[in-house]
């Protein structure tokens, strides 16, 4: 079975930062492509950063400068580290693995960012 466990939500103020991690089992980690996505109500998921089984990275324009993706091929995890925060980053962020054939979805963790 293929899990996609994300983790390191919640309440942060503006300026503030959080580093999600998301753990994965019952892939070829390190042939995956993994991301983050974000969604709020009503609207769909947008990209806000992809790094490929080669280590090369993209984020979205919003995203630049302040948000950092990074994996461990040792741990199976890919986190993504959030500085600066704003309330606007209020969303479910998700993690995401395109496999060889499939891509899989975890379950969404919540932040939160207000004063």
């Known amino acids: 079975q293929v899990r996609l466990v994300e983790s390191g939500g919640g309440l942060v103020q503006p300026g503030g930062s959080l580093r999600l991690s998301c753990a994965a089992s019952?892939?070829?980690?390190?042939?995956?492509?993994m991301h983050w996505y974000r969604q709020v109500p009503g609207k769909g998921r947008e990209l806000v950063a992809r790094?490929?089984?080669?280590?090369?990275?993209n984020y979205g324009e919003f995203a630049k400068g302040r948000f950092t993706i990074v994996r461990d091929n040792g741990r199976n995890t890919v986190d993504l580290q959030m500085n600066n925060l704003k309330p606007e980053d209020t969303a479910v962020y998700y993690c995401?693995?395109?496999?060889?054939?499939?891509?899989?979805w975890g379950q969404g963790t919540q932040v939160t960012v207000s004063s």
């Open positions: 019952g892939i070829i980690f390190s042939l995956s492509d």
């Open positions: 790094i490929s089984s080669g280590g090369a990275t």
């Open positions: 995401k693995a395109i496999g060889v054939r499939d891509g899989y």
